[in-house]
């Protein structure tokens, strides 16, 4: 079972479709206010934003592994 399904339109993933992928995506969320608490971003606005980037990959490739194989789609 997928964690994250495709997008009826377009490319990438939708919302969650498993409590695995909820959790996922609570994590990201949670560690993103985390970061923003650790590297103000009016203080050190590169930290921030390299933590954002980090995260954001990781996110990505949990959806790339757990999610659906993505590719373009044009609805059903």
């Known amino acids: 079972m997928y964690w ?5 339109y377009g490319w990438g993933w939708g919302w969650p479709s498993s409590w695995q ?15 923003s608490f650790l590297f103000p971003p009016k203080q050190s606005l590169g930290a921030f934003l390299v ?21 373009w789609r044009w609805g059903k």
């Open 4 to 8: 994250f399904p495709a997008k009826r």
């Open 21 to 35: 992928g909820w959790v996922v995506l609570a994590a990201f969320f949670g560690l993103l206010g985390v970061a």
């Open 51 to 71: 933590s954002v980037l980090v995260l954001a990959a990781l996110l990505f490739g949990i959806c790339w592994l757990k999610g659906e194989p993505p590719r």
